[in-house]
């Protein structure tokens, strides 16, 4: 009904807007939609650049950024049965095998590594092969194996508290201070000496560390404002 009338009535309708609406106010209404339209395109425009400079972005980063490359692998590993050949060759009655056994399951850096020399040091009976495992593990520097530098600085065997000794001071860290207290307390005239020198040696990286720190920050400092030392 209204889709027959609406058409016929339209003229009449538009003839008393015209008579009831000022003519300043129909160029306002325009004015205003054309703005509004224009504040539209304007948003719509920068909503559709935003949107392409975001994605040429992340296909920049994803085209530039290198791929994360797997860590190589050993240079040498063992198979399961050598390793647990070798295990069982650490415990056999003659300490020269038993030292080749260990060294060489240390050597490939196998990850059972650390627990199993911790099991053979504790039944290890040779003060000789003590203090072998003790200088492989000062010549590699390893921080790792510092549980087992704590129990060598307790072992029966003067030699074997000596070799732990010089192992802890070979690594060369400040941080393994409070490793000495037992060395120091020790009955032994030589080890306390040791322990001494040790913790001297000690002393001196850490101030050697802090001199280069305060260095580095003075370099720093420096570039910051310009100015060379």
Do not use: C
């Not at 972005?57 to 198979?79: G, K, R, V, Y």
């Not at 415990?91 to 020399?117: F, G, Q």
């Amino acid at each position: 009904y209204y889709f027959f009338i609406f058409p016929a009535t339209f003229p009449g309708i538009l003839f008393r807007m015209e008579e009831s609406i000022d003519a300043s106010l129909i160029l306002r209404f325009f004015q205003s939609s054309l703005l509004r339209w224009l504040v539209l395109m304007v948003v719509s425009a920068s909503g559709v650049w935003y949107v392409m400079d975001r994605r040429r972005d992340d296909s920049f980063l994803t085209n530039t950024m290198p791929a994360q490359t797997p860590s190589p692998p050993l240079a040498f590993q063992l198979d399961p049965e050598i390793l647990e050949s070798l295990k069982e060759i650490s415990k056999d009655v003659d300490p020269r095998l038993r030292w080749a056994a260990l060294e060489m399951i240390y050597r490939v850096n196998d990850p059972a590594t650390a627990s199993i020399l911790s099991e053979r040091f504790a039944e290890e009976v040779d003060p000789a092969v003590k203090e072998k495992i003790f200088k492989m593990l000062g010549d590699a520097k390893d921080r790792t194996a510092q549980p087992l530098f704590s129990l060598g600085l307790k072992d029966y065997d003067k030699q074997v508290r000596m070799a732990a000794l010089v192992a802890i001071g070979s690594l060369g860290d400040p941080d393994v201070v409070a490793m000495l207290t037992p060395a120091l307390n020790d009955m032994d005239t030589d080890i306390k000496l040791e322990a001494l020198k040790t913790l001297q040696r000690l002393h001196h990286v850490a101030e050697e560390k802090q001199k280069k720190e305060q260095q580095d920050l003075l370099r720093n400092i420096s570039k910051g404002i310009g100015v060379k030392l």
